[in-house]
């Protein structure tokens, strides 16, 4: 699938190759991520954080005591992040030549609709973590493409986000575009998600040579594996 058909997006500033608004996701603060993460590692364990962004995750796991490389194929996003290692390059390209004790891939990267190319962000994972470490996945629990349709509601800090033009053109597939509107600020950024059931994100996994290993967290979206 052509990258525009996944992704888009527009607004003010720059715009990452998969459609996401940098001055947007540089004012998003964690909610709660970094310690669901912290809890389920070894103390101090270093992290490979693929697809990092803005840091908004980043910052504090440094802050919990985790080395931190942080990947991101946007320079511009990994601008704002200090204090770790930053590498900017595209996810499925990654060859450092070192491994780590944990990898995580988070913001629901690993649903993208192109399979080629979720095989590759898993082989990346796959030759990235050390033997006996620990890959963290983020995804949506499977049931959530079953009920979720347009939606609108403003957060703590006063940003409305709303999801419009919602659509399933197979089954498996969502279509949505999300809009975030801050002050006079406006964003939006379309993408084409796919559903990753378990018995398929086992078979996805042993395919890059990991084995899925339970999850952490209460609604199934936090999936852990293991090399094997």
């Known amino acids: 699938m052509e990258a525009k058909r996944l992704y888009q997006g527009t607004g003010p500033g720059p715009i990452t190759p998969d ?3 940098v001055d947007y996701y540089a004012m998003l603060t964690p909610r709660g991520e970094p310690e669901l993460v912290h809890g389920a590692v070894p103390a101090g364990a270093s992290i490979l954080e693929l697809g990092a962004g803005a840091g908004r995750i980043t910052h504090s796991l440094l802050a919990l005591g985790h080395p931190v490389t942080a990947v991101d194929e946007s320079p511009e ?16 390209s ?5 491994t780590f004790d944990v990898v995580l891939l988070m913001s629901f990267v690993i649903e993208t609709a192109d399979d080629e190319l979720r095989r590759a962000f898993l082989r990346a994972c796959r030759e990235h973590v050390a ?15 079953d009920t979720v349709g347009p939606s609108e509601r403003l957060t703590d800090d006063g940003h409305v986000l709303r999801m419009t033009d919602v659509s399933r053109p197979e089954p498996g597939l969502l279509a949505a575009t999300m809009e975030y509107t801050v002050g006079d600020r406006r964003w939006t950024h379309f993408f084409l998600s796919r559903r990753l059931d378990d018995d398929f994100l086992a078979r996805e996994l042993d395919d890059a040579g990991l084995a899925m290993d339970g999850f952490i967290g209460g609604d199934r979206g936090w999936v852990q594996a293991v090399p094997r």
């Open 19 to 21: 459609g996401c608004a």
């Open 131 to 145: 033997d006996g470490g620990l890959v963290i996945l983020q995804r949506k629990p499977p049931e959530w493409y």
């Open 77 to 92: 996003m990994l601008a704002h992040i200090e204090g770790a290692e930053k590498v900017c390059s595209p996810i499925q």
């Open 94 to 98: 990654l060859s450092l030549g070192r």
